[in-house]
């Protein structure tokens, strides 16, 4: 499968987005596959797109923290995007590369990351609907959108975990509960780092990752840039949609 | 008065309720979580088409099947039993 390979390097939570929306946008009418991997500056909270922003982010610690925030236009949860590789794929749906049934599109990319994990030396497992869990614990959360038979999914592989930091942005329901949950999360959550034990860095692991997907999917890669018109929309997306509260605060 | 309810549907995803009832029946209701639902934009009108429905089971499944269809609406981790139980739920 003939597929544009990007390596974005690190953006903000609007750009990147807008990016996204931007290829998945473009994709509708050219039919092409993407796959893009990038990482966040500054870091950022992003929730899915049937989530409250009121309700699971505490904006005011988020602006006095410098974190941005972000509605995604994928559903899923709420996610902190701080030490990980994020890749996006956009891909027409024809049941030959990507299968028009939801789970089993989710459990066919997501091989992308399992392989580029063992490239790593790290042994994964795809949990239904959408995680991977390596040593019982999730390293990587997935989240897709289709329009108009084109898919994108979206997902982050955690290098390191700061599940404090992480809930201190969100809202959580009952403060005296807060600090079990951050036990929990710690027992449940786990980033590339932890598992080998080394201080691994994004482009190494993105690598990895890099060459997972192309033999996990049997990709055939090619290199060519965000078009002009991509870059155009991606630069309107972030300034009339990503970067305004009438999209972030819609629910 | 609003009603909440979370609810984590069985092999779905987190549902969270915010409801007004008036005399056994929804009168306006917001349904957030981390389910996926196509196309992402039908949760409002599936918010609007329950409104005046009466709480109950029956009536919140029934109401619900006929939106997914009417509407051509693909769920994913939700589903129309979980919804009527987060719904049932609300306090």
């Known amino acids: ?251 | 008065m609003i009603k909440k309810s979370v609810y984590k549907i069985p092999e779905g995803k987190l549902v969270k309720i915010d409801l007004e009832e008036k005399e056994g029946m929804i009168e306006k209701i917001k349904i957030t979580g981390d389910f996926f639902m196509y196309p992402e934009e039908i949760i409002t009108k599936l918010e609007e088409n329950l409104a005046g429905c009466k709480i109950n089971n029956e009536a919140l499944i029934k109401n619900l099947d006929n939106f997914w269809k009417d509407y051509k609406v693909i769920c994913f981790g939700i589903t129309s039993q979980g919804l009527a139980c987060a719904i049932l739920m609300a306090r």
């Open chain 1, 1 to 251: 499968m003939k597929v544009r390979l990007l390596t974005t390097g690190f953006k903000s939570a609007y750009e990147n987005m807008a990016i996204d929306e931007a290829i998945l946008t473009h994709a509708q009418k050219n039919h092409h596959a993407t796959l893009r991997f990038y990482g966040w500056k500054p870091f950022a909270i992003s929730i899915g797109y049937f989530q409250s922003l009121e309700q699971e982010v505490d904006i005011p610690e988020c602006k006095k923290q410098k974190i941005d925030y972000i509605r995604r236009i994928t559903g899923g949860g709420a996610v902190f995007h701080q030490s990980e590789v994020t890749y996006s794929l956009v891909a027409p749906i024809d049941d030959r590369f990507i299968p028009r049934d939801i789970q089993k599109s989710y459990q066919k990319i997501c091989q992308g990351i399992i392989t580029g994990l063992k490239i790593l030396g790290i042994e994964s497992q795809f949990v239904p609907l959408n995680d991977i869990v390596a040593c019982g614990k999730k390293i990587s959360g997935n989240a897709q959108t289709r329009k108009n038979n084109i898919l994108l999914q979206h997902g982050t592989v955690l290098l390191d975990v700061d599940v404090g930091k992480m809930f201190s942005l969100l809202k959580v329901p009952q403060e005296k509960i807060k600090d079990k949950l951050i036990k929990d999360i710690r027992q449940r959550v786990v980033g590339i780092r932890d598992l080998l034990g080394s201080q691994v860095k994004f482009p190494f692991c993105q690598e990895a990752l890099i060459h997972g997907f192309e033999k996990a999917l049997k990709l055939e890669y090619s290199k060519t840039p965000l078009t002009v018109s991509e870059l155009a929309l991606a630069s309107k997306l972030k300034e009339h949609k990503y970067n305004l509260s009438k999209w972030n605060c819609l629910r």
